[in-house]
Each structure stands twice: as structure tokens, then as C-alpha cells.
């Protein structure tokens, strides 16, 4: 195991009617004036818009609203949302949905007191010292933004999808999750989501990292759990227990409890910013696409045993001694298996995009730079290679 610091501050507020609370959490982590942030409408017709500005209310707290967030959230709305917490002089982010409006508040947060243009930061990985207060109220498990340390987002001037740098100060003061607000996702939604949270792990989980036991079995009790509740929330859409379980895998799927002390990988995340930035898909699908195309492809140049591991462990498999890679082949299909069966596409095709749009992607990703990926490198090549066996 290698060393590491872990430092993940967020408060969490968690289970039926907690969203009561967000006005004294305001509070208690300094907001005065705030920028109530949302996407576009899903919280006005499922009550949680009323139920979030009431407990403002109750609480005395000014706010001014910036809705309007899209999926793969865009450059220009962040941009609005500094001036307006500029010229207001807001001095909190409460953002009211899931990844794309809690990453649109990150940047709002980091760029309000940045001279520059907010684009700079995450073009350069940089975190300014003065950043805004952001706290969440969670509608759709999926990002893990709510624990993060980071936000991604999507420049409408040049197409690029990409991530800021990574700071504990990026990390939501707090975070109510009541399971309750996810009964009204979709199930394409749902299921994007929890696709989404098995990636978080599976980047982490896919390591050269010797002697990492502990991590590795909170990364498969994360893994068992969302594959035996998925079935149940997409049956049942109103079951608490699953949704809850569900809610809060993917916290902890990605705020690093499951990563520390580990090299971790994250290729598959890097490519799918490509198909997201170019094609508008949502990322937990795309990720659906990537995921075992890039799986196949590092089996082939890396050892089986992690693959093995992960079928054994996590997909319940038998482990054939004399032919590890027919075992770490069935654990990839069992992924894959998986995925179809909660409704998630499993090629390129299924998200419109073909053979030739493939170059544009990898050149699209140029300026981010090659090689990426902490299991197994990949280069431009290499990147080619995922993206047709994905097809
Ligand atoms: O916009 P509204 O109307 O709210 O509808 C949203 C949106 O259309 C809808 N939705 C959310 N909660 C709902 C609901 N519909 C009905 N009932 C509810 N309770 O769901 C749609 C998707 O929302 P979005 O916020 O885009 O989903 P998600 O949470 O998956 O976020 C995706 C974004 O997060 C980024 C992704 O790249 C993507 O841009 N990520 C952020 C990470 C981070 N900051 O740590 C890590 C992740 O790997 C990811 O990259
Ligand atoms: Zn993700």
C-alpha cells in the first residue's frame, strides 16, 4: 500500500426529510446570501424545490436562483453564475440536483473571486486559495460530486470536456441525500447513475498497487451492492431500502475511501469525456460503452490477475486455475451482461457514433495530452483500439 493523506470533510445529511435541515447548514457553514442552483425543472414538479427553499425560508436566508444546468454542464451558465454572485455579492452555492449542478456550482465557486476567466483553473488544474461555500442537496446518485474533490465541465467554445484539479477545498461543506428525491429518476437515469458509481470503483479497483486488501474489499462490497439493489430500484422505483443503499454507494464510490494508497487508473473515464464532450451522451452510458472495451483491451496487456479477482470476488464466479484468462473473460462479459440488463448500451453504435467519428475523438483529446491511464498506459493507439472494440 502506498502512502497517502485523506482528508474528506463533508458533512452529510442523510434520510427522509433531512432537506429540513439545509437552511441551518447554510448557516452553520457561513452562507448568508446564496445562489440557489438547479437544472432544468426536475426539482420544481418533484417537491423538492418547495421543500429546499422553505427550509431557506424558515431560516431567514436570502437567495437568488440560477437554474437552467444541463447534463455535461457548459461553460457559459458558469459563467453567469459568477457575475450574478458577484454584482449580488452571494457568499454561498446551494447546489439542488446531481453531478452536472453540483460541478456548475464548483466552478461558479472557484471563479467568483478569480481575476481571470474561470476556464483558465481548469484548463491549468489550478485551485485558487478563495474559494465560495457549496453545499448540496442530491437528486440523482451518480457523480459522487457531493464527497468530491473536483467538477468537471464542458467548454462550449472548443468541445472539450475536462476535469478540474483536485482539492479537499472542492469539497461540498455539506450534502443532504434523501433517498426519497430519487424516486422520480428514470430508469435510464438510474441507470446511467449506478453505471457511473461501478466505474468510480472499477478505475480505483483495476491497480499494479501491491497489498491493497483493505480497499480492494470495500471496493467489491460497494460493486455486490449495487448489482443485487439495481435490479430492485428499477423494479420498484419506491423502494427506500434500495434507493437508500443505492444513494449512498455512490458517495462512497468516489470521494477515495475505496482509492487511497493505490495507483488508480481512470482511462475509461478520460475517453468517455470525449463521446460526452462530442456527442452530448450521458456519462454513465457512455462509460457503459467503455468500460469493457477498455477492460478487453488491458487484459491483453496486463496480467489476468485482477481480472480473476474481480470475477471471483464480485461476479461470483468459478476460477478455472489452468485458464486464468478464460475466468478474467467471463468476469469482463459479466459486466457487460450486467449493463444490458439494467438498460445501459453496450456499443457505440447504440449511441450514434461510428468508425469514422473516431478520429476526431482521440484529436479532440490532444490537448489533455497522452499517455493516461495508471493500470495500463494508453496512447493514441492504444486509445484507437478501445474505441473499436467498443463499436
Ligand atoms: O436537469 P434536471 O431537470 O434536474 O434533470 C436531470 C438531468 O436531466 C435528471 N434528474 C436529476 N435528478 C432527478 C432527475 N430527474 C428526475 N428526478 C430526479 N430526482 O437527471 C439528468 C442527469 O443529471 P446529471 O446531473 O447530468 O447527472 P449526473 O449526476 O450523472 O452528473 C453527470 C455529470 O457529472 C460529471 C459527469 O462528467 C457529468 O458531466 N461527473 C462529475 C464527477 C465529479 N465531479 O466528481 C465525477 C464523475 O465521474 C463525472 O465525470
Ligand atoms: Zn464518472
Given at each position: 500500500m502506498d502512502n497517502f493523506t485523506f482528508c474528506a470533510p463533508t458533512y452529510f445529511a442523510f434520510g427522509k426529510g433531512q432537506e429540513a435541515e439545509t437552511g441551518r447548514l447554510v448557516k452553520?457553514?457561513?452562507?448568508?446570501?446564496v445562489l440557489l442552483h438547479y437544472g432544468g425543472?426536475?426539482?420544481?414538479?418533484n417537491g423538492v424545490y418547495d421543500a429546499v427553499t422553505a427550509a431557506l425560508r424558515d431560516e431567514g436566508i436570502e437567495y437568488m436562483e440560477l437554474g437552467g444546468v444541463k447534463p455535461n454542464p457548459r461553460s457559459g451558465l458558469i459563467r453567469e453564475g459568477i457575475e450574478l454572485c458577484r454584482r449580488e455579492k452571494l457568499d454561498f452555492i446551494l447546489a439542488v440536483g446531481g453531478g452536472s449542478v453540483i460541478d456548475s456550482a464548483k466552478a461558479i465557486a472557484m471563479g467568483v473571486h478569480y481575476d481571470g476567466d474561470f476556464w483558465e483553473l481548469i484548463k491549468d488544474r489550478k485551485i485558487p486559495e478563495n474559494i465560495l461555500p457549496v453545499g448540496v442537496v442530491l437528486t440523482i446518485p451518480a457523480s459522487g460530486s457531493e464527497g468530491s474533490s473536483n467538477c468537471v465541465i464542458t467548454s462550449e467554445e472548443d468541445g472539450k470536456k475536462w476535469g478540474s484539479g483536485k482539492a479537499d477545498s472542492l469539497r461540498p461543506k455539506f450534502a443532504v441525500m434523501n433517498p426519497c428525491f430519487t424516486f422520480s429518476l428514470p430508469p435510464y437515469q438510474t441507470a446511467c447513475g449506478i453505471t457511473d458509481m461501478m466505474a468510480h470503483i472499477l478505475e480505483r479497483y483495476f491497480t499494479n498497487t501491491p497489498d491493497v486488501e483493505v480497499t480492494d474489499r470495500i471496493c467489491e462490497a460497494l460493486l455486490k451492492t449495487l448489482i443485487e439493489e439495481a435490479p430492485k430500484v428499477l423494479k420498484d422505483p419506491e423502494d427506500y431500502g434500495a434507493r437508500a443503499n443505492i444513494m449512498w454507494c455512490g458517495m462512497l464510490a468516489h470521494n477515495n475511501i475505496a482509492g487511497v494508497g493505490r495507483v488508480q487508473d481512470w482511462a475509461s473515464h478520460q475517453i468517455e469525456h470525449e463521446l460526452s464532450a462530442r456527442f452530448d451522451v450521458a456519462h454513465g452510458a457512455g462509460?457503459?460503452?467503455?468500460?469493457?472495451?477498455?477492460?478487453?483491451?488491458a487484459l491483453e496487456h496486463s496480467s489476468p490477475q485482477r481480472f480473476v479477482q474481480f470475477a471471483v470476488r464480485v461476479c461470483g464466479l468459478e476460477q478455472d486455475f489452468a485458464h486464468p484468462e478464460r475466468t478474467a473473460?467471463?468476469?469482463?462479459?459479466?459486466?457487460?451482461?450486467?449493463?444490458?440488463?439494467?438498460?445501459?448500451?453496450?456499443?457505440?453504435?447504440?449511441?450514434?457514433?461510428?468508425?469514422?467519428?473516431?478520429?476526431?475523438?482521440?484529436?479532440?483529446?490532444?490537448?489533455?495530452?497522452?499517455?493516461?491511464?495508471?493500470?495500463?498506459?494508453?496512447?493514441?493507439?492504444?486509445?484507437?483500439?478501445?474505441?473499436?472494440?467498443?463499436?
Open positions: 452553520r457553514f457561513g452562507g448568508t446570501r425543472g426536475s426539482i420544481k414538479s462509460l457503459a460503452v467503455i468500460l469493457p472495451a477498455w477492460m478487453e483491451y473473460r467471463l468476469g469482463i462479459a459479466c459486466f457487460r451482461n450486467f449493463a444490458a440488463s439494467i438498460g445501459m448500451p453496450t456499443t457505440l453504435g447504440e449511441l450514434g457514433i461510428q468508425d469514422s467519428d473516431i478520429p476526431a475523438m482521440i484529436d479532440n483529446r490532444r490537448d489533455r495530452g497522452f499517455p493516461f491511464g495508471g493500470f495500463v498506459e494508453i496512447d493514441e493507439k492504444a486509445m484507437e483500439e478501445i474505441l473499436r472494440l467498443a463499436l
